[in-house]
């Protein structure tokens, strides 16, 4: 059983088009992520859910929107995509939004490689 | 400014080797630090955690320090296998609000080599 798992794995699109990553999580964890992991591998928070609610949104054009339909769903929809947008995007789920603590352990999904061309 | 730094980059060593990697952080207030595992092409995978008042902690092979003084960790790799052949990701934890600060490091390329 996948805990968090994301579709698709792989996405290769013109520049201009507009495309959605979908996450689900069956942890039952109260928190989900969005993570970009550039060409140099770094992490980058993106945006942050807590039961639905949106508590963390980083500085990310706002062509990227983020939408959780309920707290085991995560989507991403990026309008107007452009080269720059090439990167792994994950998804990932904590057990609540406290970090601090020993529940703020993240669990990735397997990654999306977005392609622009 | 809470960075978080990675040594060495990469690094090559022989199966059954060990190794030690080095993250260093200026991140305030520190709440506590985990070593992850990014396998190629997959997501990270936490190995360990600890907190201000831990200094070790062990996960099989892998064995994380911190020294909270000095504000660095290592993490130690033992008896390395192929399979160690990884990114090894160093992140802190920050703040006490009620949403914290989640800080990654650039990570550590090992390869293990027969």
Known sequence: DTAVSQTPKYLVTQMGNDKSIKCEQNLGHDTMYWYKQDSKKFLKIMFSYNNKELIINETVPNRFSPKSPDKAHLNLHINSLELGDSAVYFCASSRGPRTTSRSGELFFGEGSRLTVL | ?114
């Open chain 2, 1 to 114: 400014k809470n960075q978080v730094e990675q040594s060495p980059q990469s690094l090559i060593i022989l199966e059954g080797k060990n190794c030690t990697l080095q993250c260093n952080y200026t991140v305030s207030p520190f709440s506590n630090l985990r070593w992850y595992k990014q396998d190629t092409g997959r997501g990270p995978v936490s190995l360990t955690i600890m907190t201000f008042s831990e200094n070790t902690k062990s996960n099989g092979r892998y064995t994380a320090t911190l020294d909270a003084d000095t504000k660095q960790s290592s993490l130690h790799i033992t008896a390395s296998q192929l399979s160690d052949s990884a990114s090894y990701i160093c992140v802190v934890s920050a703040g006490k609000t009620s949403y914290d600060k989640v800080i990654f490091g650039p990570g550590t390329s090992l390869s293990v080599i027969p």
